[in-house]
RNA sequence: GCCCUCAUCGUCUAUCGGUUAGGACAGGAGAUUCUCAAUCUUCAAAGCGGGGUUCGAUUCCCCGUGGGGGCACCA
């Protein structure tokens, strides 16, 4: 048996979004699931459309998202193979000789300085209302596909269809059709947009005298909001922009895996190793999934937490990088050293719901001229007796223990027995002194990661004001 | 308008004729707690409608309805 070969074929004319992504991962999925080939090919066949950031911007989608390409446009690792080029613009020749071999048997002709693909059958002409216009019909059977999702799906097409414009270039169902043969390729597996197009497409095989490969359409992803599928436009469609805001890619792998497939149980959060064992054609959804952001953040978050303190610490690190440029605090905390870095890090990594929480976040242990929010200021205090407190931790400060979390905790409580209060009087007042901010770490990892100095200083200073 | 396609909680989904229709996200309540999260417990929430087939339909068939896609010398 011949090995799978499967492709993705994006146009370099717009963002990279979630739809496309979907496609990619699922032709990537099902390729090492079979242990067969992925091939990348870049279909630019569109002049006018066709930008180089948007070329480069597929490339370096697909890498973040570590779907790696067999064959395909040679990029860092990727790439290679014998059926090359994979652009479109590059394979001129190959789709001449194709189109004369069409010529040459009478599947193909000429008219208005195209070139027309020919169905087989007896032609009549017939006033088409939707386009206002008269059309020649081709009395001819429909074409049956076996679609691997979607069982068997029957289609008529009765018009012949332009395959070279007056002006030579080869429109998309030739070249997808021509590459997809030229190239090998056993299984296509693309959005259900392209359902209706299959069926010239299977003619175009037949023209070619060339079985057609297998089919398996996959359902669309639907926007969150309002009606449609989800476009490039919409809110939350961009892969740049879960790049951009620090999201981690294997969870938007694995949540985006759970749209339109699932394991067959109630495993949700799973080792890509694990979906490319358990995926297979026949047990994706038959129906259009509508994208979900709170999900998505939740298998963030999920991944999250699961990262070891190396992993996550090098990952906050190359978030911090790549914002640095634009962010004080991003900037301050590449300055600091490595190992209060780590240490804040992993102070914040159980509390932060994404990546791009973190210069926020953590600002405060990076920047000694932090802002107080004057909101958080007023409402701490107003309640209880907050510059009290202040004074008896600022003066208990000198002596207590900074050894670890627990000494500092019973620390704080020794002195809140001794003045009849409890932990809890001092904790709002006091991060609001060392932090300026409502929220945040436990006030005792605070306090020991910033250390006794740093505290002493920023406890002082709130008296001040 | 024509063609194709789909249909279980608000959302993603399980069920492959017989279940108290399960899980997850989101939402409500509670627990925990030094804030905020997280976490744990818990509540509410679904088979689009109408016909069949069958002892029995969410499940199979048909018709409606609704959603989605397509109908170019775009891809």
Redesign the pocket.
Known sequence: MSPVRVRFAP?P?GFFHIGSARTALFNWLYARHMGGVFILRI?D??KE?NSDAFLNLIYASLNWLGLNWDEGPKVGGNGGGDFGPYRQSERGAVYKKYVDQLLANGRAYEK???IWFKLLGDRYEVFD???KKTVTKVTLPPVVMADAI???????EDED??IV???G?P???LVNVVDDIAMQVTHIIRG??????TSKHVHLYDGFGVKPPAFAHI??I?KQNG???MSKRDQGALIEEYQRRGYLPEALVNFLC???W?P???R?KMPIEEIIRLFDLPSV??????F?D??L??MN??YL?ALTPDDFVGRARAYFSRVGVSGVAAALALAASADYFREVMLLCQ??I?GMDELPTYSGYFFNDDFEIDPKVREKVLGKGDPLACWQELLAALPTLDFSS?LAI?DGIKALALSRGRG??DY??VA?LAVSGM????????MFRVLGRDRVMVRMSRFGAV
């Open positions: 146009s004319t279909e066949t569109d459309r208005d300085g195209a209302e939707h386009r979607r069982g068997r799906v029957e289609r008529l269809f332009v414009r007056s002006d270039n429109v998309f169902h259900e947009d392209h359902l209706s197009n359902p669309l639907l009606p449609g599928k759970l749209l339109g699932n067959g149980d109630d949700e959804n038959q129906s259009n999934a509508r979900d709170k999900k953040a939740h978050l999920g937490l159980p509390k719901k979390d905790e932990f809890g904790q709002p991060r409502a929220a945040g770490p436990s006030i005792t990892g």
